[in-house]
């Protein structure tokens, strides 16, 4: 599985989170939004998911941020961007609807 929040591909073990369907809105422009629409559950791997279960969802947004290696490396940017992910990660906090579910090797 690919982690829906660091993208590392994680083959051993990973956790699946039940989650309500949002739109991630990446970065607004002149002409609106552009963003991503998120679909009811997100794959995480061993270390997001213990981010996300002590709930320290800057560390999660962080961990997002290590992961890309083609933004930009102005300082605003990546603060906004940085902000960004973590309201996704509170969103997605707050709209989940159940416990994680752990995934056994395929
Ligand atoms: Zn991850």
Redesign the pocket.
């Known amino acids: 599985m690919y982690?829906d929040?660091?993208s590392?591909y994680?083959p051993l073990v990973g956790f699946e989170y039940p989650c309500q369907s949002f739109d991630v809105v990446i970065k607004q422009f002149d002409n609106g939004p552009a963003g991503l629409h998120m679909v009811e559950s997100w794959l995480?791997?061993k270390?997001?998911s213990d981010a996300i279960e002590r709930n320290d969802l800057t560390a999660l947004a962080l961990?997002q941020l290590e992961a890309r290696d083609d933004l930009p490396e102005d300082i605003d940017f990546q603060a906004d961007v940085i902000s960004l992910l973590v309201q996704t990660c509170m969103r997605f906090q707050s709209l989940r609807t159940g416990p994680r579910r752990e995934l056994q090797p395929a």
């Open positions: 982690c929040f660091c590392t994680e995480a791997c270390d997001c961990r």
